[in-house]
């Protein structure tokens, strides 16, 4: 269920990238609403999907938080476009959701690292490190003794 959860907004933010390169018909007016250009759309919509692949799959833990970050960045442009335009509160509410389940996957990302990254007790990260690399280098023994 945890897992299911996790992976519920990137999947959002694919299918909305997608929409958003498609371009259908609403998306343009609701940019041009907002007074932005249509090109942005491309833009967003390639960034979406980027992003939304790089908290899915396996990739380093600083890019998928730079990925958060972009989504944050992303939903409060969209909040304040909204507001600064006089939009009704109706129409950026599906921002505030995804915003609050963006928090939510980011927070039980978070967790989720600490706990698969939580040294031995009495190890640190960097004894298991060392360790690793210690017994990876080590030639093997040779099991015959040499005679004179």
């Known amino acids: 269920m945890r897992k299911t959860f996790l992976t519920l907004f990137p999947v959002l933010m694919i299918l909305n990238g997608i929409v958003d390169l498609v371009g259908p018909e609403q998306v343009t007016s609701a940019m041009d609403s907002l007074a932005m250009p ?3 759309l491309l ?3 390639a960034a979406k999907i980027a992003g939304g692949l790089t908290i899915l799959l396996r990739a380093p833990a600083m890019l998928k938080e730079w990925a958060f970050a972009g989504f944050y960045f992303w939903c ?8 600064l335009n006089g939009h009704a509160i109706g129409e950026y509410v599906p921002l505030l959701i995804l915003g609050t389940l ?3 996957t980011f927070v039980g990302h978070r967790r989720s690292v600490r706990q698969g ?8 990260d960097v004894t298991k490190a060392s360790r ?5 280098t080590t ?10």
């Open 139 to 148: 030639p093997p023994a040779s099991s015959s003794a040499s005679s004179s």
């Open 132 to 136: 690793s690399s210690a017994a990876s």
């Open 102 to 104: 963006l928090t939510l």
């Open 43 to 45: 833009i967003l919509g």
């Open 117 to 124: 990254s939580r040294p031995t007790e009495g190890q640190t």
């Open 76 to 83: 409060l442009g969209g909040l304040s476009a909204h507001a």
């Open 38 to 40: 249509h090109y942005l």
